[in-house]
Each structure stands twice: as C-alpha cells, then as structure tokens.
Nanobody, 118 residues
Framework: QVELVESGGGLVQPGGSLKLSCVAHGSIFSFNRMGWYRQAPGKERELVARIESDGTAQYVDAVKGRFTISNNDAKDIVYLEMNNVKPDDTAVYYC????????????WGQGTQVTVSS
C-alpha cells in the first residue's frame, strides 16, 4: 500500500516563501512521475507542477518563475519550493505520484493547506 505524506503547509505573507515536501512510503516500484496539484475553495483541482523520472519538469503558467519542483536522489520524495507567493496561491496542495506498469497506478496524498495572507 503506497502512502504519500505531505508537510510544510501553513500561513505565509504575500511575497514570502514556503517549501512543501511529500514522502512516499510503501512502493516497491519506482515512480514514473510525481507532482503537486492544488484546489482552492469553489474551484476544481488543478495541476501546479510535475516532474518525470528523468527530471523533466512542467509548471502551470501561473507559477512559472516562482515555484520549483524537485526530487531527492531516490525519487521517493518530491518538493515544491514556493517563492513570491500570492493570495491566489491559497489552496489545499495535494501530492501525486504515478507508477506505470501495464497500466497506470496513481496515488494521492491527503493534502496540506497553504494560506497566503497578510
């Protein structure tokens, strides 16, 4: 049973920084992709950033140049470094991991709240 555990959320002022972490437990297969989604009140869950097993990263336009996604060497931890945060970044952030074998196996964390407010 794969479990994703997020940490690092909290309250931050506009223009500040925050770093989210997600540790994956229990997988016997390497993850093909890991990423972060977010869901703001009244809005649909959206992709924020994702990173492939080869290190290729993609970002939603709204966070390009401000957020950085990265992995540890073992590829079982994914980070999201958030800089110059804005009130629109307020949301619950969810960690995501994908194993691709003969089919896709997606896994989700429980979410961590990020609130950007002065």
């Amino acid at each position: 049973q794969v479990e994703l555990v997020e940490s690092g959320g909290g309250l931050v002022q506009p223009g500040g920084s925050l770093k989210l972490s997600c540790v994956a437990h229990g997988s016997i297969f390497s993850f093909n992709r890991m990423g972060w989604y977010r869901q703001a009140p009244g809005k649909e869950r959206e992709l924020v950033a994702r990173i492939e097993s080869d290190g290729t990263a993609q970002y939603v336009d709204a966070v390009k140049g401000r957020f950085t996604i990265s992995n540890n060497d073992a590829k079982d931890i994914v980070y999201l470094e958030m800089n110059n945060v804005k009130p629109d970044d307020t949301a619950v952030y969810y960690c995501y991991a994908l194993v691709v074998l003969h089919m896709e196996y997606p896994y989700w964390g429980q979410g961590t709240q990020v609130t950007v407010s002065s």
